[in-house]
């Protein structure tokens, strides 16, 4: 069966500090990955995707960034924090079928609570 | 306009009830339309997929109405370990991105 691993569960930064949250998948092979964050009282937004190995889609302007260096690794990175990046960091992975489409139920990981203090 | 709206609640309700939740969309090119849970502090988790027809599973009823453009969700028989926020998903151009609304939150009330 299909597992989804985030570390670390909570993590308490200094602004300004960098950022490196990891997220993994077992038990599937050629995923779409995706990262989302949760801010307190809001819903989910959408940071990035990505269809495979290196391909990543930034969906809003922001600090982060994201990289995909293995098949089932996706890894969400900040140079320096700011306030505004505390939430919920949630990464989630889809099935995908070959090259044209993807499977639409997304499966969620634990989720990285972030305070930037 | 938010592209896809929920009543954020709370809905108090006692245990036993029957309780139904709206979420208005605004594309109206959406094609596929979901109901997740998430549990205070975890991550989401699917509940259902909604179908044209309306879905139903167990206590579960899941309704679109696409020239209206909302989707609903009613539950029976509410039990304590109801208690969650619902969030209402949709996925507008058929493609791998789906959009979630904030969430309604639902306390089932012994």
């Known amino acids: 069966s299909q597992t989804i691993h985030q570390w670390p569960a909570t993590l308490v930064q200094p602004v300004g500090s960098p950022l490196s949250l990891e997220c993994t998948v077992e038990g599937t092979s050629n995923p779409n990955l995706y990262w989302y964050r949760q801010a307190a009282g809001r819903g989910l937004q959408l940071l990035f995707y990505?269809?495979?190995?290196?391909?990543i889609s930034s969906e809003v302007p922001q600090n982060l960034s994201a990289s995909r260096p293995q098949d089932r690794q996706f890894i969400l990175s900040s140079k320096k924090l700011l306030l505004s990046d505390s939430g919920f960091y949630l990464c989630a992975w889809s099935v995908r079928f070959g090259v044209e489409r993807a499977e639409e139920t997304q499966y969620f990981g634990p989720g990285t609570r972030l305070l930037v203090l | 306009r938010k592209e896809v709206e929920q009543d954020p609640g709370p809905f108090n309700v006692p245990e036993g009830a029957t309780v139904a939740f709206n979420c208005t969309y605004s594309n109206s090119a959406s094609q596929s339309f979901f109901w997740y849970r998430q549990d205070c502090r975890k991550e989401p988790k699917l509940l259902m997929s909604v179908y044209s027809s309306g879905n139903e599973d167990g206590r579960f009823t899941a309704q679109l109405n696409r020239a209206s453009q909302y989707i609903s969700l009613l539950i029976r028989d509410s039990k304590l370990s109801d208690s969650a926020t619902y969030l209402c998903v949709v996925n507008f151009f058929g493609n791998e991105k789906l959009t979630f609304g904030t969430g309604t939150r639902l306390t089932i009330i012994p």
């Open positions: 990505s269809v495979g190995i290196g391909q």
